[in-house]
């Protein structure tokens, strides 16, 4: 080979070079686009699954009281339970196990909204799941990871899957707070 066309032969490699830059730099762009995309559909999931929730809870509990402007339910004519306006937050006791679908509901609705790795009891009594329960619990937390759902890391601690770790199918250790 003389020395022209080894020029040449450099010169080609140098433009494949810059060319394989330039899709690499493309797919890293994309693949940050898709990984918003899907961040993007898990919230909206989620929210789709609470307000799910929220209609079931209140079809079950009959007639709601039915918000005003503000966000926050009328009960001024509602003077049927004065206890209601200091009730806390927390959920009920369950009168019986949850059922399978209430239970992962309940689940990705609290690691959604966590933030962080929660333990397999914590995650247990947060849901109102009786504290005997803890291997059913479990159990529904390990087929959830396999669903790619959510992330277990370190053994007994888990966290809401990122959409980075759904789209590679891995279960990275996410850092417990």
């Given at each position: 080979?003389?020395?022209?066309?080894?020029?040449?032969?450099?010169?080609?490699?140098?433009?494949?070079?810059e060319?394989?830059?330039?899709?690499?730099?493309?797919?890293?762009?994309?693949?940050?686009?898709?990984?918003?995309?899907?961040?993007?559909?898990?919230?909206?999931?989620?929210?789709?699954?609470?307000?799910?929730?929220?209609?079931?809870?209140?079809?079950?509990?009959?007639?709601?009281?039915?918000?005003?402007?503000?966000?926050?339910?009328?009960?001024?004519?509602?003077?049927?339970?004065?206890?209601?306006?200091?009730?806390?937050?927390?959920?009920?006791?369950?009168?019986?196990?949850?059922?399978?679908?209430e239970?992962?509901?309940?689940?990705?609705?609290?690691?959604?909204?966590?933030?962080?790795?929660?333990?397999?009891?914590?995650?247990?009594?947060?849901i109102?799941?009786?504290?005997?329960?803890?291997?059913?619990?479990?159990?529904r937390?390990?087929?959830?990871?396999?669903?790619?759902?959510?992330?277990?890391?370190?053994?007994?601690?888990f966290?809401?899957?990122?959409?980075?770790?759904?789209?590679?199918?891995?279960?990275?250790?996410?850092g417990?707070?």
């Open positions: 080979m003389d020395e022209r066309q080894g020029r040449a032969m450099t010169t080609l490699f140098e433009r494949l070079d060319e394989e830059l330039n899709v690499r730099k493309e797919l890293g762009e994309l693949r940050t686009e898709i990984a918003a995309a899907e961040e993007h559909l898990i919230r909206l999931t989620i929210t789709r699954d609470t307000l799910l929730s929220l209609v079931n809870d209140t079809s079950q509990s009959g007639d709601p009281a039915v918000p005003d402007e503000s966000g926050r339910p009328d009960t001024e004519g509602d003077q049927s339970d004065p206890a209601a306006s200091t009730a806390t937050a927390e959920p009920a006791p369950p009168s019986g196990p949850l059922g399978l679908e239970a992962r509901e309940r689940i990705l609705t609290l690691l959604a909204g966590s933030g962080r790795a929660l333990k397999v009891n914590d995650i247990t009594a947060a109102g799941e009786d504290p005997t329960r803890v291997e059913t619990t479990r159990s937390l390990k087929r959830l990871v396999k669903e790619v759902r959510v992330a277990e890391g370190p053994t007994a601690w966290t809401i899957a990122l959409p980075a770790e759904a789209a590679e199918g891995g279960t990275p250790s996410p417990v707070a």
